[in-house]
């Protein structure tokens, strides 16, 4: 049986009071949803998410500074689960981006890409610094990128 991501997996601090929602809606079978709670819990330095399950929500922690920097509500609905909310961090001493739309789209690749292993491009920035490449960023942001194995 595969092992669960908790709270206790991994250092992780709470989204922070400053924070706002984004535009962010996706559904997903109870097959998705079983491997979704499954979490994200990084083995190595170069895995940058800490993602997990708690009661109805799911919340993203970069590995090294423990930062909360989104959180994804779930609820059932006609026998599927489907994001009743989603939020980002905006406390700019934890992350700096300002762009929900580029957030709603680094959270859809985090949950379809990294826990669901589906095949989704990584949402590119048109603002990346002169000298960073894509595959850089991409890194920075991702790490290794690999997909959940069930948590550990």
Not at 4 to 20: D, E, F, H, L, Y
Not at 25 to 34: L, V
Not at 84 to 107: C, E, P, V
Not at 137 to 143: N, T
């Amino acid at each position: 049986m595969a092992k669960r991501a908790t709270r206790g997996s991994w250092k992780n601090k709470p989204i922070p009071k400053k924070r706002v929602r984004i535009e962010y809606h996706d559904t997903f079978t109870p097959a998705e949803r079983d491997r979704i709670a499954l979490g994200l819990v990084p083995r190595e330095m170069e895995d940058k998410w800490f993602i997990f399950l708690d009661g109805a929500s799911l919340f993203f922690c970069r590995s090294w500074t423990g930062n909360c920097l989104y959180e994804l509500t779930l609820a059932k609905k006609a026998g599927a689960y489907v994001t009743k909310a989603a939020w980002a961090n905006r406390d700019i001493s934890q992350y700096k981006n300002t762009d929900g739309a580029y957030d709603a789209a680094l959270l859809r690749f985090l949950v379809r890409g990294l826990l669901l292993a589906q095949d989704v491009r990584f949402p590119s920035r048109g603002d990346l610094p002169r000298g960073v490449s894509k595959a850089i960023y991409r890194h920075h942001i991702i790490g290794h990128g690999r997909p959940s194995d069930a948590g550990g």
